[in-house]
């Protein structure tokens, strides 16, 4: 009965999040109850969860509108599992169109302008967007669910030591040669606001450390990028790319639907670019769906440069044009040296993923074998809720500003985002161990593990998370050699 509870559980459950209940009946196919002998069996038996068919699609949009704030978080984290089933067969349904009326309010932040003439030429990338802009109006954004930076305990944003450490990164930037590893044992523990965005330059390798050369190094690599638009943005509509180009287009507006800047045509927009021109360069993986995830923080952080109050609602659109290139085209160039490390992730099959959803099975059961042995005993397997932790960089499970404080340390951990992250997720797990044990059935795990409560988090609860991981890390530091795949 628990293992056709657990099958079944994908396809059935209307309460699982991404789904809606269409009527008293759900539809589902009909499955064996059978344990997953494979990942591939696992995509299959799950290749509906998160997806909505055609058909669905008109009665979704006719209820959109009325669905609550809570119904629009469970959307947030919806296409999850769908992910898998992605890498091993075409993607089956187009989202739902949805609608342009988002609404923004007017932001007073403050905009540096630059004194350049040059424009983005958006004529030719906008047409494919108007049909697709904007989720629906939403409640205000809660202070708790905000990009800010402060801490979840509501903490003033600069103390006497975090003045004094915002001084020595300007030390240390303004040097003629950048000490990488000085810069980096300070990030380990934060980068401030006010220097993270060349900091993250730099320790991306992105940038020189030589600093009269960074100018130069930033005008090239910029061109260059634009030079690819130019060469290959057109092609999104020829036959080879259109696949991938029709994902992307479906997952952007599901990009932190809860935060109105991601729905903006503008920011849309370099988002597509950004996606396209990396996946058409790589094309031993392609696009794979999360990906579209790690552009979020680069993104951000880099706009920060620019902002500096009320991100969430800031109109993209007022910056000037050839600033928004630069976002741009830094944030391209940011993301992929991150997915240089872990491309392993997203080729075919994803193998990359399976041995660390592996490792971190292994990890757990040494670490904390009660864990351990309640999802065996309730045939819970790690596959159905850590594959989104490490495709997603457990940004689904986490608020973003507490994505970006995460990435302060992986950026500066030597193999941060490739083993160091193992480290994190198992410590995140164990943080859960009360409320894991207290459930005792199949279906309350994965939901418990699907929708864990971390809204509330700020930069206390995630040093406080990293400060474990560090411990794990050297407490097991004889692990097997394949915790580094």
Known sequence: MATDNRINFWRRNAKVPGRYLKDTKPKFNNVKSKKASSFHEFARSTNDAWDIDDEEDEEFLGTFNTTSSIQNQQHQAGDTESVVSHRLAPPRTEGPNLQEDMEHEQVNGKVVKSNSDAHLNTSSVRSTLQKQQSLPVRPIIPLVARISDQNASGAPPMTVREKSRLDKFRQLLASPNTDLEELRKHSWSGIPREVRPITWRLLSGYLPANKERRELVLKRKREEYFRFIEQYYHSRTDEHYKDTYRQIHIDIPRTNP???????????????????????????SGYVQGINDLVTPFFVVFLSEFVTEDMENFEVAALPLETQRNIEADSFWCMSKLLDGIQDNYTFAQPGIQNKVKALEELVSRIDEDIHNH??????????????????????????????RLWDTYQAEAEGFSHFHLYVCAAFLIEW?????????????????????????????????????????????????????
């Not at 596959?383 to 970006?404: D, S, Y």
């Open 258 to 284: 809860l935060i109105p800047l991601f729905q903006q045509p503008a920011v849309q927009e370099v988002f597509e670019r950004i996606l396209f021109i990396w996946a058409i360069r790589h094309p031993a």
């Open 375 to 404: 999802f065996k005993r309730y045939e819970v397997e790690y596959l159905q809720f850590a594959f989104r932790w490490m495709n997603n960089l457990l940004m689904r499970e986490l608020p973003l500003r507490c994505t970006i």
């Open 433 to 485: 161990r009360k409320e894991i044990l207290s459930m005792v059935d199949f279906q309350g795990l994965l939901m418990l593990l699907q929708n864990l409560p971390t809204i509330h988090w700020g930069n206390e609860e995630v040093g406080l998370l990293l400060a474990e991981a560090y411990r794990l890390k050297y407490m097991f530091a004889d692990a097997p050699s394949h915790y580094k795949r």
